[in-house]
């Protein structure tokens, strides 16, 4: 693989910019959209980005398991396991590390006034729905619902040489 090639890879796999990239490695401005899509259709440079998504993997631990499981965390958290009595928010720090992964914020607030205060407790889970759209499009459960979208045409036209389907029947 050519130096430039390795270089368009290399910011490619940083940035996910093909045309940021090819400007990088040395292609005019002007071509670098076209180029960078070039690039990106040639098998050594795809197996070149393949062993360094490999190498990243496995330098940071992360795995697709891993990555099923944190979403799992978040698209299948039940706010019933973080509100206690009377709406209370449990304490945090006594709740299981697992599901605490699900919580995107927590913020309390006091106000003191003569006579008195007031407490006001804000708790946020992450986006549940995304979660699991991201793991419905992991494993293609959306698939059935497009292909039942997907309009049908089933028009057959069987034209003989020479026939003209324009033509005055007898």
């Known amino acids: 693989m050519q130096e430039n090639h ?15 990239s090819a400007i990088y490695a040395g292609f005019t ?7 960078g899509y070039q690039l990106l259709q040639r098998e050594d440079i795809q197996d070149y980005l ?10 940071h631990g992360i795995s697709k398991e891993k990555w099923l499981s944190e979403l ?3 698209g299948f958290s039940n706010i019933q396991d973080y509100i206690g009595i009377e709406n209370s928010i449990n304490d945090i720090s006594q ?4 599901k ?7 913020k309390k607030s006091i106000t003191e006034f003569e006579g ?3 407490t006001v407790v804000e708790f946020k889970l992450y986006d549940k729905l995304s979660a699991l759209d991201k793991i419905g499009k992991h494993f293609g459960y959306f698939e ?3 292909s039942q979208s997907a309009p049908v045409i089933n028009n057959v036209i069987n034209l003989g040489e020479g026939e003209n389907p324009n033509a005055p029947t007898d």
């Open 72 to 74: 799992s965390v978040l």
């Open 29 to 35: 401005k002007d071509a670098a959209r076209q180029s």
């Open 144 to 146: 059935k619902d497009n």
């Open 95 to 98: 709740i299981d590390p697992v």
């Open 6 to 20: 390795i270089r368009f890879a290399d910011k490619y796999f940083e940035t996910l910019n093909a045309s940021e």
């Open 116 to 118: 008195g205060g007031k």
């Open 100 to 106: 605490a992964k699900a919580v995107s914020s927590v």
């Open 50 to 59: 393949a062993k360094l998504k490999a190498e990243s993997s496995e330098k």
